[in-house]
């Protein structure tokens, strides 16, 4: 007798992977991973997680598993471990990455005000008025006139503002 069975989606995340048919994780055949090494390197001399340099770590690891060369598989390993117990025990590194530069404040000119620009645009157009005043032409009447109402003209703005 054949007995059916159909699976909801929930059921069938709960069932076994190994029943479904699908791959999990392999176990390591001595029971030691990488990770767990360097737990307990970093758990046996806690002063090298405050460090930046992993030399020490990987000098005790390379001496006492020779059959693992020391690869970049096995530095991030390093790294990542390092990490994870560095958060976990609340150790504060000096932060950013090396070489980086403490960006330094430059002190800027704060922007003229409105009313300053106004105001020194108003003694520029007395300045040319008086000017022209003194050359004593007779053809520069206009200019002045003119001069005179742009100075008019900024005084009202000023009074606006």
Partial sequence: MLLECRLTEIDYLSVPALVRGTQVAKTKRNGVSKS???RQYFADHPE???GSDNSPVLELFGSEHP???IDDSVKGVLANVKSVMRKAGGIKTSGGRRGRK???AKTVKAAPSSNSVLEGLEESIDTCMMTAKQVGVSGLDDVIKYLRRARNLVSLKLDQD
């Fill in 36 to 38: 767990k090494i360097f």
């Fill in 48 to 50: 090298w997680l405050s």
């Fill in 67 to 69: 059959e693992i060369g």
């Fill in 102 to 104: 403490a960006a330094v």
